[in-house]
Nanobody
């Protein structure tokens, strides 16, 4: 079992930056690839970014490419999502997930965090 705890969400103005973190704990937590998903009010949960265990592979949704950066610190079992040039439409609950494949589909991920709210004011 792996536990995931997100932190770092909050309120930011459009054009600003925010970094959210996700720390994994539990059995073999360091062996998983990590991903970020988000869900805006009234919308389906969508893929944001993923990174493999070594950090050598990353993938992003087109909507955040060039603005968001995912990174991993294996010594801390923590994955980060640096969000720059934030837009109103980035407002959502951001969820961290751990899985075996660094993919963009939810079914690749076995464990999920509770989510952290990111609100971008226009």
């Amino acid at each position: 079992q792996v536990q995931l705890v997100e932190s770092g969400g909050g309120l930011v103005q459009a054009g600003g930056s925010l970094r959210v973190s996700c720390t994994a704990s539990g059995r073999s937590a360091s062996l998983y690839t990590m991903g970020w998903f988000r869900q805006a009010p009234g919308k389906e949960q969508e893929f944001v970014a993923t990174i493999n265990q070594s950090g050598s592979y990353t993938n992003y949704a087109n909507s955040v490419k060039g603005r968001f950066t995912i990174s991993i610190d294996n010594a801390k079992n923590t994955v980060y999502l640096q969000m720059n040039s934030l837009k109103f439409e980035d407002t959502a609950v951001y969820y961290c997930a751990a899985g075996r494949v660094a993919g963009s589909q939810k079914y690749y991920y076995d464990y999920w965090g509770q989510g952290t709210q990111v609100t971008v004011s226009s």
